[in-house]
């Protein structure tokens, strides 16, 4: 058996909010399924804008101590 730790990054998940939008906008989805669709989309966009706003933070943090 692998020993290998497989990990989703962050890039992942900006890509399945992607795929998510891609797949609503070409109905993909059945009316029924669309609030939990959109709970997990709130979700990961709720997020992926915390780490984008971490990862601002700390650039601009290092830039100071430059």
Same mark, same amino acid.
């Given at each position: 058996?692998?020993? #290998?730790?497989?990990?989703? %990054?962050? #890039? @992942?998940?900006? *890509?399945? /909010? /992607?795929?998510?939008? !891609? +797949?609503?906008?070409? =109905?993909?989805? $059945?009316?029924? &399924?669309? $609030? +939990? *669709?959109? %709970?997990?989309? @709130?979700?990961? %966009? !709720?997020?992926? @804008?915390? *780490?984008? /706003?971490?990862? &601002?933070? +700390? #650039?601009? $943090? =290092? &830039?100071?101590? @430059?």
């Amino acid at each position: 058996m692998n020993d #290998t730790t497989q990990s989703v %990054s962050i #890039t @992942d998940l900006a *890509v399945i /909010k /992607k795929l998510i939008e !891609v +797949a609503c906008s070409r =109905g993909a989805f $059945q009316a029924g &399924e669309m $609030q +939990a *669709v959109g %709970s997990v989309y @709130d979700r990961l %966009s !709720v997020f992926l @804008d915390s *780490v984008i /706003k971490q990862a &601002e933070q +700390a #650039t601009q $943090q =290092g &830039e100071q101590n @430059d």
